[in-house]
């Protein structure tokens, strides 16, 4: 069954109102099939062939990652912009399996304790409100040796570049939904207590973007 939508339900799991980034959703939407042309498609799907069982994906966006669960039983998304969710609703017969959408943060994920068998997060946890919230969150839901699967670009390891980040980050994150560039997911999961945290670097062609370097990996609840 390609792409049921099962489930939109408005939003009362935040008691502020979520901001809304509608240019930069139509901007996202546009950047996104550049870079899958470009080949990040490859990585998205190399990753999300992993994701099995009931899954659960954090901050959506403009539903990059839909085609891409062909191995997943059925998938369930969160995102709280109300023009990500615009442009997200539009897109859900892109996938292959039934979709429940939630309009809500990482930080309060409106499920029961470990109902999932992975969660996935990409391109996110930059731009989350508290990241070892969300990460937290990611680890209550998911089932006792469930998985987290991500893709995302983290601070970068000199020092030099490091400071050019913190200098631009200011401006990004008004420019990008919030983005920040020098977070380091990997040390939230291990914060968290997942265990077999494990990373490696995403090689692209030329990345002229501050956002790098990208990594992709899991981790285990
Ligand atoms: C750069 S986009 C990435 C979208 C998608 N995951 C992808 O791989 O293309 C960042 C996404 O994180 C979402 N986001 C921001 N704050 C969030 C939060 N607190 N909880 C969940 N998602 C959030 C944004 O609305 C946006 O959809």
């Known amino acids: 069954m390609r792409g049921r939508t099962f ?8 008691a502020r109102p979520v901001r809304s980034h509608p240019v930069f959703a139509v901007f996202y939407r546009r950047l996104c099939d550049v870079t899958d042309r470009a080949g990040f498609a490859k990585v998205r799907a190399a990753l999300l062939a992993e994701a099995t069982g009931n899954v659960l994906e954090i901050g959506a966006g403009t539903g990059g990652n839909l085609p891409h669960y062909v191995n997943a039983d059925r998938l369930s998304v969160v995102e709280p912009d109300p023009a990500m969710l615009k442009v997200l609703r539009t897109r859900l017969d892109r996938a292959p399996v039934p979709v429940e959408l939630m309009p809500a943060p990482a930080e309060r994920i409106p499920y029961a304790d470990g109902q999932f068998d992975t969660v996935v997060c990409t391109l996110v946890l930059c731009s989350v409100a508290d990241l070892d919230k969300a990460v937290a969150e990611a680890k209550r839901v998911l089932k ?16 030099k570049a490091r400071r050019t980040q913190q200098r631009i980050e200011p401006v990004w994150k008004r420019l990008f939904g919030g983005c920040l560039l020098t977070r380091d997911p990997v040390a939230a999961f291990e ?22 370097p990208i990594i992709r990996g899991s981790a285990r609840a």
């Open 7 to 14: 489930g939109v339900m408005a939003d009362a799991t935040t």
């Open 144 to 159: 006792p040796g469930g998985k987290v699967l991500f893709i995302e670009h983290v601070g970068a390891p000199s020092a």
């Open 191 to 212: 914060r968290a207590g997942f265990t077999e945290v494990a990373a490696e670097d995403v090689v692209l062609g030329r990345n002229p973007a501050p956002a790098k």
